[in-house]
T-cell receptor, first 116, second 115 residues
Framework: DSGVTQTPKHLITATGQRVTLRCSPR?????VYWYQQSLDQGLQFLIQ???????AKGNILERFSAQQFPDLHSELNLSSLELGDSALYFCASSAGTSGSPGGELFFGEGSRLTVL | GENVEQHPSTLSVQEGDSAVIKCTYSDSASNYFPWYKQELGKRPQLIID?????GEKKDQRIAVTLNKTAKHFSLHITETQPEDSAVYFCAASRGAREYGNKLVFGAGTILRVKS
């Protein structure tokens, strides 16, 4: 158990719909990251938040948005869903930026989204 | 932009043999290089990492080497066992305060250990 909690574990929805994925980071971790893993694909970085502020952005579609709340949990909102959005969405957390390089990312179990 | 290339995409070895996976990164400011293992249907988990001030690091059957000049780093697994079968991802990060610890991952290597 990594200490990172993601809900829901599985989600099936239709094209055009909107869903929200939720992530609770490890206790004390300030940074939250969202990654997308499509079938047979690698881990594509979407977005990072640190203590409530957006810190880094990857190739996140305009239809997707995220935020980190004061209690440090994060939500990833996916709208106008398309078939190609079907993927495993991982949330990860780390202790945050301290000026020292690197730092392990702890991944949740993922939310598997299926768009029909 | 930042890019990490990983080879090979698949690797089959006989149990007991060694396995080597290689990665190349593009961002010369990268200073942290972790390796993650992902078993089928599971989350990625860190197995070993190396920082830019170190050339090699070993943990039991696993070792990682880094060549900053060539921007290459490699994962070496010795005496492979069936439970080593998984997808392995390399990653790179700047790790500095202004960039956070965003990891850029390679495409992954499917390792199959045949018994």
């Amino acid at each position: 158990d990594s200490g990172v909690t993601q809900t829901p574990k599985h989600l099936i929805t239709a094209t055009g719909q909107r869903v929200t994925l939720r992530c609770s980071p490890r206790s004390g971790d300030l940074s939250v990251y969202w990654y997308q893993q499509s079938l047979d694909q690698g881990l594509q970085f979407l977005i990072q938040y640190y203590n409530g502020e957006e810190r880094a952005k990857g190739n996140i579609l305009e239809r997707f948005s995220a935020q980190q709340f004061p209690d440090l949990h994060s939500e990833l909102n996916l709208s106008s869903l398309e078939l190609g959005d079907s993927a495993l969405y991982f949330c990860a957390s780390s202790a945050g930026t301290s000026g020292s390089p690197g730092g392990e990312l702890f991944f949740g179990e993922g939310s598997r989204l299926t768009v029909l | 932009g930042e890019n990490v290339e990983q080879h090979p995409s698949t690797l089959s070895v006989q149990e007991g043999d060694s396995a080597v996976i290689k990665c190349t990164y593009s961002d010369s400011a990268s200073n942290y290089f972790p390796w993650y293992k992902q078993e089928l249907g599971k989350r990625p988990q860190l197995i070993i990492d190396i920082r830019s001030n170190v050339g090699e690091k070993k943990d039991q059957r696993i070792a990682v080497t880094l060549n900053k000049t060539a921007k290459h780093f490699s994962l070496h697994i010795t005496e492979t066992q069936p439970e080593d079968s998984a997808v392995y991802f390399c990653a790179a990060s700047r790790g500095a305060r202004e960039y956070g610890n965003k990891l850029v991952f390679g495409a992954g290597t499917i390792l199959r250990v045949k018994s």
